[in-house]
């Protein structure tokens, strides 16, 4: 897989924002048939029993059982069912921002991806039912949390890493940027620096890169030194003074960077890199033991 498209990918899909407006279980009848909409939102629709037809764009597909279908805001629609039996379906209505729209079309998934295993993907849709029946205050995250696992599975079985953007800012230009700032993460990069290699105007550059990677051009940096900081930390004995200069850090400044984004000190990270789970879990207990007394 192309490593710049694999940071593009992984990147946008960190900040993907979506949010569930409706889910249901529905059995229709023969016969029945919806003609002719155009929802501003996406649709999950998986197959449960029986067969019905789609046209998405005056293009025809067929419902079958374990299918889940993937369907765009913004695109004609029509449904009904084909044959005797009853067409039985789970199916939830989303949303996602404007830029994650782009990202999504921009990946030119599949109108559709087989379900080798179903019980997992119901037990999904139940999930999210229920999430939708509660008055919890924890609801909407639940929702939101079941969503994300929907939108996840499908973007690994339509295999996106084969596929092609056919967005344009993901240009040959994006490699050698992106290349650019992994061999100068030790030094002190600036946004107008970005900027002038890419032969941007700052504002303008700032936005494009939002829109490509899904967060701030400092964000992104600032993420690459942190995984650059782990990576060090738990590959090398460098001391963490070494680290932080590694990549570009005074050594108290990563330490409380460090500690911001991960919860811990880099030397405790080292200590659950190196050492097994449970060893660290248990070193880390005696150590704030030891502070108590």
């Known amino acids: 897989m192309n490593t ?143 969503l994300l696992e929907l939108i996840a599975f499908y973007l690994d079985e339509s295999k996106i890493q084969h596929g092609k953007l056919t967005e344009p800012n993901f240009g040959v230009k994006w490699d050698e940027l992106l290349d650019y700032i992994e061999e100068n993460l030790h030094t002190g990069m600036q946004v107008e620096e970005l900027a002038r290699f890419a032969y941007l105007h700052p504002n303008y550059f700032i936005s494009t890169f939002k829109s490509v990677m899904g967060c701030s051009p400092i964000q992104y940096v600032t993420n690459r030194r942190i995984a650059a900081a782990k990576r060090l930390l738990a590959e090398t004995k460098l001391p963490v003074a070494a680290v932080a200069k590694h990549v570009g850090m005074q050594n108290h400044y990563l330490s409380r960077l460090f500690k911001r984004y991960t919860g811990i000190t880099p030397v405790q990270y080292r200590r659950i890199a190196c050492l097994g789970q449970d060893e660290a879990i248990r070193a880390l207990r005696n150590e704030e033991e030891g502070r108590g007394h």
């Open 4 to 146: 710049t498209l694999e940071r593009i990918l992984q990147n946008q899909l960190n900040h993907i924002h979506a949010e569930v407006i409706m889910s249901a279980y529905t059995e229709s009848s023969p016969g029945w048939s919806e003609h002719r909409a155009e929802p501003d939102f996406y649709r999950f629709c998986y197959t449960d029993k029986g067969m019905g037809w789609l046209d998405i764009n005056d293009k025809r597909h067929v419902f079958k059982p374990e299918t889940l279908y993937l369907l765009p805001a913004r695109t004609m629609q029509s449904f009904g069912t084909e044959g005797g039996d009853p067409f039985c379906f789970y199916w939830c209505h989303f949303r996602m921002e404007h830029s994650d729209t782009q990202f999504i079309q921009a990946l030119q998934l599949p109108p559709f991806v087989c379900v080798r295993n179903g019980l997992p993907i119901r037990q999904l849709f139940a999930k999210m039912i229920d999430a939708q029946q509660s008055s919890a205050i924890t609801r909407e995250l639940r929702l939101k949390a079941v």
